[in-house]
């Protein structure tokens, strides 16, 4: 079976990974522009699935995989 990028799920997880490596919670996420537009159709679709990422800084990238996030410490 295929599996399906779950972007809420892919960014929570670069959250945690970045805070166990540096104690700290990111400045900034980065997303694709395909990635962002996805998270505004999960808001608009049910805003309790995004409140425990948190509040960042999002910093969209032209040349960002579709399916990787990265944060900025």
Same mark, same amino acid.
């Given at each position: 079976?295929k #599996?399906?990028?779950?972007?809420?799920?892919?960014?929570?997880?670069?959250?945690?990974?970045?805070?166990?490596?540096?104690?700290?919670?990111? +400045?900034?996420?980065?997303? #694709?522009?395909? #990635?962002?537009? +996805?998270?505004?159709?999960?808001? #608009?679709?049910?805003p309790?699935?995004?409140n425990?990422?948190?509040?960042? +800084?999002l910093?969209?990238?032209?040349?960002?995989?579709?399916?990787?996030?990265?944060?900025?410490s």
């Amino acid at each position: 079976m295929k #599996s399906v990028f779950d972007l809420v799920e892919a960014i929570y997880e670069s959250i945690v990974e970045n805070f166990e490596t540096t104690g700290q919670e990111p +400045r900034a996420l980065v997303l #694709s522009p395909a #990635s962002y537009r +996805r998270l505004l159709e999960i808001k #608009s679709d049910d805003p309790a699935a995004i409140n425990p990422l948190g509040h960042f +800084r999002l910093v969209i990238d032209e040349i960002f995989p579709d399916t990787e996030v990265g944060v900025e410490s």
